[in-house]
């Protein structure tokens, strides 16, 4: 199935790619919102899978693959970004939808279901909780203000390959794939990533209590993928999130770090029952 690609203008003027497929209207539409930079580009394999029947919105942050890049750094935070997702989501005239949401995208869903309780339906929180450690977030910092400047597409793989957490990729064409979808050659001829990375600054804040956000998903069908060796959601944090949603289905990905692809056979199962 393949993507329509938008240009919405966000309430200050701002360009946003957003990428829409569209299989019709006979179920809900997911709302797939990626992590801190990653983009719309993320979700073609939860599209493929699960679209069936729906339409299937994601976007790109501000600051992110194919979106504006502006001077203030805080025109990329979190604030900012939910005000963009209720624009997309009012420009492309979705009233529902349930919303999926790799780490800083679960804790935006959050935010929608605080700020427009009739928009979201249902809640994927994929390896995000109300509760992020101080040594994931730095992981995550380090990650996000480094361009390496690569030569080539496989010193980009090679990289990644050290870089990032356990996550499964079991191919070189799927290491190729997550390339394609994290760095692009710049006009020096080197790989630089999707993003600006200016964006990992805002990881210098202090940490804030999420809990209330959490809460704030009393009332809505509930979701949880974890890589079990992730960093950035841990097990203290789980239990506490199963004791206040003792209904919360929880799907665990062995041996994977932050964050699954939502590819993995148990995810992928248990999101065609939850979606069900």
């Known amino acids: 199935m393949g993507a329509l690609t938008h240009r919405i203008s966000a309430t200050d ?28 580009g993320d979700f073609a394999g939860v599209v493929e899978r699960h679209g069936a029947g729906r339409r299937v919105i994601s976007l790109d ?49 959050m935010g929608l279901a605080a700020a427009r309780p009739g928009l979201i339906r249902g809640v994927v929180l994929n390896d995000i909780g109300p509760e992020v450690p101080a040594t994931g977030a730095a992981i995550i910092r380090d ?10 597409e496989q010193d980009c793989v090679d990289w990644l390959r050290v870089h990032l957490p356990p996550l499964s990729l079991e191919t070189d064409e799927a290491w190729r794939g997550m390339v394609a979808l994290t760095y692009a050659r710049g006009s020096d001829g080197r790989f630089h990533p999707v993003w600006d990375t200016r964006i990992a600054s805002l990881l210098n804040e202090p940490p ?28 203290a944090t789980i239990a506490r999130m199963q004791a206040t949603r003792p209904d919360m289905t929880v799907v665990t990905v ?5 964050a699954p692809t939502l590819a993995e056979a148990p995810v992928a199962l248990a999101l065609d029952r939850f979606l069900a």
């Open 143 to 152: 990650f996000v203000g480094n361009d390496p400047a690569l030569a080539t």
């Open 61 to 109: 942050y501000a600051g992110r693959g194919g979106s504006d890049r502006v001077r203030d750094v805080g025109r990329y935070g979190p604030e900012a970004c939910l005000r963009d997702v209720l624009d997309v989501c009012a420009a492309l005239h979705v009233p529902h939808a349930i919303a999926i949401g790799t780490s800083f995208g679960g804790l935006l869903s």
């Open 254 to 258: 062995p041996g994977i770090g932050h």
């Open 208 to 235: 804030r209590d999420l809990w209330p956000l959490f809460g704030g998903l009393a009332d809505v069908p509930l979701m949880l993928v974890w890589g079990e060796v992730s960093t950035v959601l841990l097990p």
């Open 13 to 40: 003027g701002l360009s946003l790619l957003v990428r829409e497929w569209a299989d019709g209207d006979f179920r809900l539409p997911l709302l797939c919102l990626p992590g801190l930079v990653r983009t719309s």
